[in-house]
């Protein structure tokens, strides 16, 4: 299967043109809103709409089950049909469900369009992660995606609390719209197997990556117990801390200054990733934990602000690793695909275990521990991958040494 190489990049991958490399991150970056917006998203509905704190979590988490699904889609497809008109379908599908969301507020209605909302954000996002993947360096490409991340984060936590609920939904339009603007810079096909073996010959060899497909799929799972976490304290967090008295004059700028320590996490990664992607992985795993765990004491001004700006940095950190390990694991793109898939399976199980929790009336506290024990749950899977392929790799070698 021959490639498109219509963008013009001169490059010895297309995947590897900088245009396309951009215009995926945008496309993801796009995909994501919903994602890293949960916190002000949540308050909108409450403030715009009289919906209770746990039905929230269930609207949100809806999408967040809907953009697991399209990103399914999109794992299924990539390798098969013409990835731009993949994108197309996605794209289409979103904006049409937005703007139904801006007619209809009823809470049994809402569900189901956020549920459709998401598959088109997560169709389109899959196939733009499936693209980084491609890449000859995903540690680099991945790392941009979240550089990007934390400023787009930034702009939106600070402009959605200042626009309506349907100014929000008109933003998320608009910006799916631009997407298919910029389709001629997405590669249509995967890699064909020349151009695979010109990016074998490229690639860093430091790790043994070729790997049984029960590996890569592990991965996932953790990615999934990763988000699990991460939905749960994301989604509640402004709200349990406007539980505990803060203003919300200094949640809501915290939210925001905090969206840009992801750019220490991305920093931080590019120094880490000469200890390899696991060691620096477990470690980041660990303290986020202790981080969202903290909070179950109580909150106050100062462990709000501690866990909120080094969560969002390690949020980042995990991330380049977790994606670039499994861009090298797996080439084709179509496991890679399903890393949004278990992102917003986890987001959407995440704020349903929270909202659980707090329907039951066991309060913020217990929800903060569940929610960063998933953590470490993350952290056990990846462990264990970590020991068998460090475990093949002495037996290769000590095969070796006995052939010499």
């Not at 929000?168 to 151009?195: H, K, M, N, Q």
């Not at 749960?232 to 200054?257: K, M, Q």
Request: contains cysteine; negative net charge.
């Amino acid at each position: 299967m021959t490639n498109d190489t219509t963008n013009g990049s001169g490059a010895a991958i297309v995947f590897d043109d900088w245009r396309t490399i951009l215009f995926a991150v945008f496309m993801a970056l796009v995909g994501y809103s919903v994602m890293v917006t949960v916190p002000v998203l949540s308050t909108a509905l409450v403030q715009s709409l009289s919906f209770s704190e746990e039905q929230v979590g269930r609207v949100w988490g809806n999408d967040m089950l809907g953009f697991s699904v399209g990103a399914i889609i999109a794992a299924l497809s990539v390798a098969r049909v013409n990835r731009r008109y993949l994108v197309m379908g996605g794209i289409v599908f979103s904006m049409g469900a937005n703007a139904w969301c801006m007619s209809i507020v009823d809470y049994e209605s809402m569900m189901w369009l956020r549920f459709a909302a998401g598959i088109g954000s997560g169709i389109f996002t899959g196939t733009a992660v499936a693209t980084l993947g491609g890449t000859t360096n995903p540690v680099r490409a991945f790392n941009i995606l979240l550089l990007g991340f934390s400023f787009s984060a930034a702009g939106e936590l600070h402009l959605f609390p200042q626009l309506s609920l349907n100014g929000i939904y008109w933003f998320l339009i608009v910006t799916a719209a631009v997407c298919g603007l910029f389709l001629r810079w997405l590669p249509s096909r995967p890699l064909s197997d020349e151009e695979k073996q010109v990016q074998h010959e490229l690639e860093d060899h430091s790790e043994d990556w070729r790997v049984p497909v029960i590996l890569p799929i592990f991965c996932l799972t953790a990615v999934c117990f990763t988000y699990i976490n991460i939905g749960g304290y994301f989604t509640y967090i402004e709200l349990a801390a406007l539980d505990a008295g803060i203003s919300p004059d200094y949640v809501t700028p915290l939210l925001t200054w905090a969206s840009f320590w992801a750019l220490a996490g991305c920093l931080l990664a590019l120094l880490c990733a000469r200890f390899g992607l696991f060691r620096p992985l477990f470690v980041a795993l660990i303290s986020m934990a202790v981080l969202v765990g903290m909070l179950s004491t109580g909150i106050n001004s100062i462990n709000l602000t501690i866990s909120v700006f080094a969560f969002l940095a390690l949020w980042t950190f995990v991330d380049v690793f977790q994606s670039s390990m499994m861009g090298y694991m797996d080439r084709s793109g179509s496991l890679v695909a399903l890393l949004p898939s278990v992102q917003g399976f986890g987001q959407f199980v995440g704020p349903n275990i929270a909202a659980s929790i707090i329907g039951a009336g066991l309060g913020y506290g217990t929800m903060f521990l569940v929610s960063g024990s998933m953590a470490l749950v993350a952290m056990v899977i990846y462990g264990g991958i970590f020991f068998y392929m460090h475990s093949r790799k002495s037996s290769q070698e000590e095969v070796v040494t006995e052939a010499a």
